[in-house]
């Protein structure tokens, strides 16, 4: 299936419009969060945690690989959801954001995006995705540089491709270990993922 152009390069005036997508589904997840805080009389932190997993976050990553912020402002909204959350949780409230999500095992939705990102890299790589591979990537042939699915970054100039989703991913997509990038299928993939360190 053929990509738009337009969504391949976007306009460099699209960045404003993510950010206007943002601040929507930011007020979204704000107002079902606190339905959920009304709705849940247990204080139980698996079955909250549970809960905004399932009703909260996916708004908030829905289709992230298109719009993934790279505006610090941006990036601090999103997470603020979080961290809002993460303080409802009365047993760890007053521990700093990092360790509240420690204690509750989960990541930062920043580095959730990028874990979606990836999969979806994975997913067009080995063409398990209808997206047409050679639109979005091209395959390094160098045998001697990283694992035989690296790919070549293409130099850019302007942030509207320089933030895409296509030029973002592919640095930490080729310091990925063998082992991860040729695992046998996308669950297999994210398994393995778990245990790799990224910097959000």
């Keep these: 299936m053929a990509i738009p152009e337009k969504l391949i390069f976007p306009h460099p005036e699209r960045k404003y419009l993510f950010s206007n997508h943002i601040l929507s589904i930011t007020k979204k997840a704000y107002s079902k969060s606190f339905l959920l805080s ?20 996916p708004l908030l990553e829905y289709a992230s690989p298109i719009w993934s912020p790279h505006l610090v402002k941006d990036i601090k909204r999103l997470e603020k959801v979080q961290r809002l959350f993460s303080k ?57 540089r990283g694992h035989p699915f690296s790919l070549v970054k293409p130099p850019v100039r302007l942030d509207s491709t320089k933030f895409s ?9 080729n310091s990925l270990p063998m082992a991860v990038v040729s695992a046998v299928s996308l669950v297999s993939f994210k398994s393995k993922l778990k245990y790799i360190t990224i910097t959000d």
């Design 165 to 173: 989703f296509q030029s973002r991913v592919i640095d930490i997509w």
């Design 38 to 57: 009304r709705c849940f009389l247990s204080k139980n932190p698996s079955l909250l945690k549970s809960a905004f997993s399932a009703y909260v976050r």
């Design 88 to 144: 409802t949780i009365l047993s760890c409230r007053h521990l700093p954001y990092a360790t509240r999500l420690q204690c509750l095992s989960l990541p930062s939705l920043s580095l959730r995006r990028t874990h979606i990102d990836l999969c979806t890299c994975y997913r067009i790589v080995h063409c398990l995705s209808s997206l047409e591979s050679g639109l979005f990537f091209t395959r390094r042939h160098t045998a001697n």
